[in-house]
């Protein structure tokens, strides 16, 4: 097995099991709030009398959800993209449950293979998932269609980490982090400044983060700077 199919083979297996046990909304666990930096920016579209959103990574709708709610009052879609056909079902599940199921659109697909189609959408959010991506050339390819993508006045929001390092707290030894593109944190800011180039950057930071996680039954901990980057496309 390759690097890439092994890793997309670790991702699937830590993510079905975190759907499983995991409930979405759950009190102490990362799916128990929307990401922050997601609802501010969708309250800034809250004039707008119909919403298109695009969630690359949109797992079980920690983010999608709340998204969809608030077009209860108005009108709009939200188009969630997974490549885990376990984060779909449960999408399915979850966006009946909380009475939004028609403004979700769920699609079972790699980010890579979707094909965002030209001034498509208000705002497109990618967290924790261009890092999934298979090199550094799909994922420049990727954000120039998620600007391409973007309509006049919409807006893009993406969280990815950079510099990521997987240590076992058992052995103490560095392992090969479980992600397609890990790039050092200075080069992947870079990289988004250029693909943003002529956009108004409304969030641009980075913050440390550290956690353990499990990897085949060993406990790892992975270390990681966090990247939250926001943009919006000038009218």
Not at 112 to 133: G, T, W
Not at 192 to 211: A, P, S
Request: glycine share 6%; net charge negative.
């Amino acid at each position: 097995m390759n690097r890439i199919a092994n890793i997309r083979a670790e991702e699937k297996k830590y993510h079905d099991l975190c759907y499983e046990q995991y409930h979405l909304f759950e009190p102490g666990t990362w799916l128990h709030k929307p990401v922050k930096t997601v609802i501010d920016l969708l309250q800034k579209y809250n004039n707008k009398e119909y919403l298109s959103v695009l969630d690359l990574g949109a797992g079980i709708g920690r983010n999608s959800i709340p998204i969809a709610e608030s077009m209860k009052n108005r009108d709009g879609k939200v188009v969630c993209v997974d490549i885990l056909e376990s984060a779909i079902n449960k999408l399915n599940e979850y966006s009946k449950q909380y009475g939004v199921e028609p403004f979700i659109e769920a699609k079972l697909s790699d980010i890579e293979q979707f094909i965002i189609e030209r001034d498509k959408y208000d705002i497109i959010v990618a967290v924790s998932a261009l890092e999934h991506v298979s090199s550094e050339k799909a994922l420049m390819s990727k954000l120039n269609e998620m600007v391409l993508g973007t309509k006049h006045g919409g807006a893009n929001c993406i969280i990815i980490g950079s510099n990521i390092r997987e240590v076992g707290l058992e052995s103490g030894l560095e392992l090969d982090p479980m992600f397609e593109i890990n790039l050092p944190t200075e080069t992947m800011l870079e990289l988004l400044d250029q693909q943003y180039t002529g956009w108004e950057i409304q969030n641009r930071f980075v913050k440390q983060l550290k956690y353990e996680i499990d990897r085949n039954g060993q406990r790892v901990e992975l270390t990681t700077d966090c990247i939250t980057f926001v943009a919006k496309k000038r009218l």
